[in-house]
Every structure is written in C-alpha cells, then in structure tokens.
C-alpha cells in the first residue's frame, strides 16, 4: 500500500513534514484540580489532575516527595482484567514517569498527585458524548479504577482507539496541560510527539491507518527549556542514520507543539488573572 | 481559554464577549504583561540582588517560573503567585474544612491543603465554653464535638517542623457549621482581607468565606460570647441546643441561603473574585431582576452578572483617576 503518493501527500492529504491540527482546551473536568482536553486531529484525549493531596493509602506515602499515581489506562479492550493488562500497565508507567521527570515533587512532601486518561478516537457527531464522558470522569475521580468507557462505547458505538503512539503523545500533551493547570510547579513542560518511517519517507505525527501499517514509529518526548529528552520509544528496527532523521523530524514535532501549549496557558493564566480583578 | 459549559444564545455570546473584553481592557490598563507560563523566563534585575520566591527556579543563572501566573515583585524578592492552584496556607487565616477522620486527641480536616490539616482537641475551646484541661473523659467525647463529614470552621494555627498543618478552634466564632451549604471555588478567588465572617443581617445569614476557598451559607447564629454566664448555668444550658436543633429551618431561610451560594457559584463560574460587597451585590441583581433561584445558574444570569461587573469596574477604574 503507498502511504505516500507521488505528488508528496500522505493519505490524509497532509505533507509527510506536517502535523495533524491541534486543539486544546483548559479546565474541562470540573471536580478536578487541573484538566485539560488535547486533540491531534481525531485522537481526543481528556486528562485530570487530583491533588497534591493526601495519600490515600498510607503504606505508599514517601516521607521527602509527592507520590505521583495513575490510574491504569483505558485500552481498547472490553474485558476488564483484575490485574490491568500488560499494555495498559505499560502505557500508565511510559506516562507516569515522564510526567514525574518533570513535576518537583520534593516540593509537596507526603502528598498525592493522581493523574486521569481518557482517550476517545472522536468524530464531530460524538461531541455530546465526549461531554457526558466529562461528567463521568468527575463522578469516578477516585483513581483506583478505569473509567467504565467499555460500557459506554457498546451502547453508544463509539471506536476508541487501540492504544497507539498517537494517543501517547497525546496523553502527555494533556497531562502537562492539566498539571499547569493544577498550578504543580514543574522543572519544564513537556510534550511529546511521533514520527514515522514509511514507504521510504520520515513522516511526522503518524495517525491511525499510518499507525496500524506496522513500520517504525518513534515516540519522543522532550523538555524544550531544558532541551532534554525523557521518552524515547521504538517498536522496530531503523538504521542509525535514517533514525536519526526521523528521530529529529519527532523531535522538530515537540517543539511546535511546545510553542502552542505555551499561547494556550499564557492566555488561560491571562484569562483567570483579568477576570479575576483586583 | 477556559470556556464556559453554558448554552448561549448569539445574543448572549455576545454580550457575554463584549462584557469579558470590557474587563480585560480594564485590566491591561492596571497591570502590564506579568503573567507568565512554566518555564518562561522572568526578567531580573542582575546587578541588583533578587531573592528568587515560591514558583520560581533557577536554570543556568536565569531566574525561570515553574508555575503559571503572575509575577511579583516586593524589595528584592521575587515570586509567582499561582492561579487556580490548591490552597497554601498562612498562620491567621479563617478555614472552613471537613472533618475526615477522628483520631486519638484529634481530628483531621480536610482544607483543600497538599495534606489534612490537624485540629488538636487542645487547641478547642470546649462547646460548653469553660477552660480547662482536656481529660481522658473528653477524649471519648470527641465525637460528640465533630463527627466524620461536619463542617467546621477554624484559624491556621502553625506548620510543624515535618510541614503538617495545625489548626485552632480557641473562641466562640470557631467550631461547626450547621444548617446552611458549603460552597468550594478556587481558592484564588478568595482575597485575604481583615473581615471573613459576615453576618448579613436583612437576609438573617452568616457568609463564612474561608481562605482555602470554602465558603459557608448558612443560618445565623449568634456567637456565645457571655462565657461567664454559660459557666455559671452550664448544667441547665446544655440540654437547650439539642432542643434548637430540632427546629426546622423556615422556609424563606433555606430560600435566602440557596440564592446566596447560587450568587456565589455564579462568581466562581465566571472567575470574579468572590468578596462579601459582590456576592451582595449580585443577590441584589438577582432580586431587582426578579429571577428565580434555580435560574439564577442560568446562562442569562450570568451573562448579567459578566456586564454588570464590568460596569462596576469601569466605574472604580473612573473614581481612582
């Protein structure tokens, strides 16, 4: 199958240099400390910060930092595991470290911060839906289970998404979106974005058929202040040098979608600050 | 931005758009570009000496914010205050908080703090209002103060040397809430200021605006100050309020109390700082506008509340100069 057609367009008619559109919204989840809603075209991904609170289970409080917990993400399967699946538990763990690189933690000593996923693969019609999804997530704010989503997309007829690498950047955008949100000082924000490697071409920002194609896919997440990397996944095999490109083409990637995270919280901060009056 | 989940009309949008731009014009004017964003540099001073505050860091000898804000600025040192983040305690301030657990010699509150804050039963006056010292007999007793799920009302007494919070309850205007709602906003909202007990007297209520942005309405109760004469008929008295609590709340009451905190969560959805004069004043909009209380969250409401506080505003712009 070409990915790339002759004239240079991808399936979905973006260049393989361009990136899905950008969406982002702050305070979605009302019950929660911090939200925020982030869209890379059609994946939607809801996040909400609870905390720093205190610890809810008592033998896991850590007497110099804040304990960071996520509840296990919601992957495309229905059946519930008692254990959490091995994806599920991969992906909570991919996340809950790159967001603990970034949050001092030695500043809330004994504390909790407890972060929420919901990923949705959206079309516009579903918007009412994605709002009920809302008041669900303020309802389940406990964090020991996963959101009752399988429920919901039987009846409704949503498709979530298979979890991809475009949820995960995707998930790691809105987190650190809601974390500002939640005022937790943090070393840096970071974002995260993939890039790919097919027919021959480095492509920027995979999306779902891309994805689903099985070729290398590179997930980096960087701290753009800092100029660090904290996540860096690879499923496949690539060349140093073409991984090099593709590597950088991902990281190019981080940084346009730094800069918009950044216009997106000085006006949110602008926004509060005038409203708020003197 | 943050938008509001309300049904607009064109119309109202709008209005609603006008009013908010009005009030952001007004505020360009007040103060200049301080707000700032994780890791934006804020500029300093360099020759001079800085003392670099809460939300700031340092990264290769720029001072860095490491929360989203406002930056100020007071003699050398400099912070960023943080908007719409949990509460952080001072020692003094008035907190309304939930009890979540009974413990030995205490009760822990939750105040929207990082942790639970400690109220000690040492540092209570008893309800009965005599000094004394606390025996084991109290101990047993403390349910009968505060249960699991009570409100109450108390000051930031200390930090201890581990960072847990300790709070006070030593007079008569501290200690449980009954017979009214409370109300949980951004604590940012809330201004320090050197009265947060109100006591309205037309609407027969007490506006109790703790610091951590929990707000209580409720029934007005007249604050036992005679400690001297409690003492004296202690025996007799403590049977009274039991009979108080039985009587019902009239009607008109429960009504006044639904369309203040309606007042106020309509302050908190918008992002207007919630002060006794404007919750007042927009409880006298909603009653000049004849709007019900369960419309007073309306998207109409509050497209009312947004141009008449930029009105107000505006107004107090115009008297300053």
């Not at chain 1, 702050?26 to 911090?34: E, F, L, P, S, Y």
């Not at chain 2, 301080?34 to 000898?61: C, M, Q, R, W």
């Not at chain 2, 914010?65 to 943080?82: F, Q």
């Amino acid at each position: 199958m070409d990915y790339v057609s002759p004239e240079g367009l991808r399936l979905d008619g973006r260049r393989p240099m361009e990136m899905r559109q950008l969406r982002a919204e702050i305070g979605t989840v009302a019950k929660a400390n911090g939200s925020a809603v982030f869209e890379m075209g059609n994946t939607k991904v809801i996040a909400a910060v609870y905390g720093p609170r205190e610890v809810q289970n008592r033998s896991q409080q850590i007497n110099d930092q804040a304990l960071v917990i996520m509840a296990n993400f919601s992957t495309g399967d229905r059946m519930r595991k008692p254990k959490g699946d091995r994806r599920s538990t991969e992906i909570s763990l991919v996340i809950r470290q790159t967001m603990e690189a970034c949050i001092l933690t030695h500043l809330m000593p004994r504390s909790q911060i407890g972060l929420c996923f919901n990923s949705i693969f959206t079309k516009k019609k579903h918007y009412t839906i994605f709002k009920e999804l809302i008041d669900l997530c303020a309802l389940s704010c406990l964090l020991a289970s996963s959101f009752p989503i399988s429920v919901y997309s039987r009846k409704r007829n949503i498709s979530i998404l298979n979890v991809s690498a475009g949820t995960r950047s995707a998930c790691i955008n809105a987190a650190t979106l809601a974390l500002a949100d939640a005022g937790i000082p943090m070393r840096d924000i970071v974002t995260s974005c993939s890039a790919g490697y097919l027919n021959s071409t480095p492509l920027l920002d995979l999306n779902y058929i891309e994805d689903s194609a099985g070729g290398p896919d590179v997930t980096v997440g960087i701290l753009p202040k800092l100029d660090k990397v904290t996540l860096l996944q690879m499923d496949a095999k690539l060349p140093v040098d073409i991984f090099e490109n593709v590597m950088g083409l991902a990281i190019e990637g981080c940084k346009a979608i730094a800069n918009y995270i950044r216009e997106v919280l000085l006006e949110n901060t602008k926004q509060l600050e005038y409203r708020r009056g003197l | 931005m943050r938008g509001l989940q309300l049904p607009l009309s064109q119309t109202q949008r709008i209005r609603l758009q006008r009013a908010l731009e009005k009030l952001q014009s007004l505020s360009c004017k007040a103060n200049s570009d301080a707000s700032v964003t994780v890791a934006d540099t804020i500029p300093v001073n360099y020759e001079d000496a800085f003392l670099k505050g809460h939300g700031t860091t340092d990264l290769n000898g720029d001072l860095v914010a490491t929360v989203c804000g406002v930056v100020e600025r007071i003699n050398k040192l400099v912070y960023v205050r943080a908007l719409r983040a949990r509460y952080k305690p001072e020692v003094g301030d008035i907190v309304v908080g939930r009890v979540v657990e009974v413990s030995q010699k205490r009760w822990r509150l939750e105040i929207n703090f990082s942790l639970d804050a400690i109220l000690m039963l040492s540092s209570m006056n008893m309800p009965d209002g005599i000094q004394r010292r606390h025996t084991a007999l109290d101990e047993l007793n403390m349910r009968g103060i505060f249960e699991e799920n009570d409100v109450v009302c108390a000051e930031v007494r200390n930090f201890q040397h581990d960072g847990s919070l300790q709070l006070q309850a030593r007079s008569q205007k501290y200690g449980k809430l009954e017979k009214g709602q409370l109300l949980i906003v951004d604590p940012y909202l809330v201004k320090k200021s050197k009265q947060h007990f109100h006591h309205l007297a037309q609407f027969g209520i007490d506006l109790i605006l703790g610091r951590n942005g929990f707000i209580w309405v409720g029934e007005h109760v007249e604050a036992r100050d005679s400690m001297v004469v409690d003492q004296a008929n202690s025996s007799e008295q403590s049977m009274v309020p039991e009979e108080k609590n039985q009587t019902h709340t009239p009607l008109e009451m429960r009504q006044n109390i639904c369309r203040i905190a309606n007042a106020v969560r309509v302050l908190s959805t918008l992002g207007f700082s919630s002060d006794a004069d404007l919750i007042l004043g927009t409880v006298e909009l909603s009653s000049t506008v004849k709007i019900d209380i369960h419309d007073m969250l309306g998207s109409e409401f509050h497209v009312l509340v947004a141009e008449r506080e930029a009105e107000r505003r505006s107004l107090m712009g115009k008297r300053k100069r």
